[in-house]
């Protein structure tokens, strides 16, 4: 067992100038955590050019972080076609937003597809998004529905607000306040400002939750702090009309 860094770096470094390329990984990581990023850069370029999928991850995340797009396509795709789902994932992105490639809606879904295949969570995310916005295709709410859900069940934050967003606009499917409240209250929990903010106006209106001020004005300020602008306005509204909070017109105008 290596008892340090140093010593690690001292075996990497042996086997990774051997030509080893899991030491040439190991050592661009090590590098990395040291905030050496030429260093880094070097030995994960070597690994991947001998056909490590995990350098090739690490350097198309280095490229598509520094706004070198074409290269972290490159990199991206070689992982991609040899069924990594997260350089899957990262070409779909690539494809979706035009970034690095020509924008193409059907070829984002296409490897978006092939990650969710590989049960890869924020691909289903963004399909439920490209399903729910009709990129590259019509509309199709149960489609973003079934994605979403597979997304919300696995704890996907943004996924558990907009499947309860679904079920409280009835948008594919019947309306239904009570399921969209289970969704939007654990995305909220979890601190997603729209969430915190539906789930605020929930309370406010009673819709799917008790009607309670109190708590709408909990939700309204966890949004507002957040710099939820309708959020600020409703809590503002509140200390006005001293519904859920004192009345404060001071702090109402504040907000």
Known sequence: ILKNEAEALKWFKLAANAGHTNAQYSLG??????????LSLHW?????????????????????ENKQYEQAFKAFAHAAKKGHAQAQYEIGLLYLHGLGVEQSYATARHW???ATDQTHVEAEYELGLMYEEGLGMPVDYEEARRCYRLAATAGHVG????LGNLYDKGLGVEQDFTEAAK???KAAEKGHTKAQYQLAQMHAKGEGVPK?????ARYYRRAAI????????QLGMLYTKGNGVP?????AQRW
């Open 44 to 64: 994960f370029q070597l690994a991947a050019a001998q056909g490590h999928l995990s350098a090739s991850i690490e350097l198309g995340k280095y490229y598509k």
């Open 159 to 162: 996924a558990q607000y907009q």
């Open 29 to 38: 990581f090590l590098y990395k955590g040291q905030n050496q990023l030429q």
């Open 226 to 233: 957040a710099g939820h602008k309708k959020a600020q306005h």
């Open 212 to 216: 309670n001020f109190e708590a709408a």
């Open 112 to 114: 978006l597809r092939a």
């Open 183 to 185: 969704w939007i209250v």
């Open 247 to 251: 009345q404060d017109y001071k702090e």
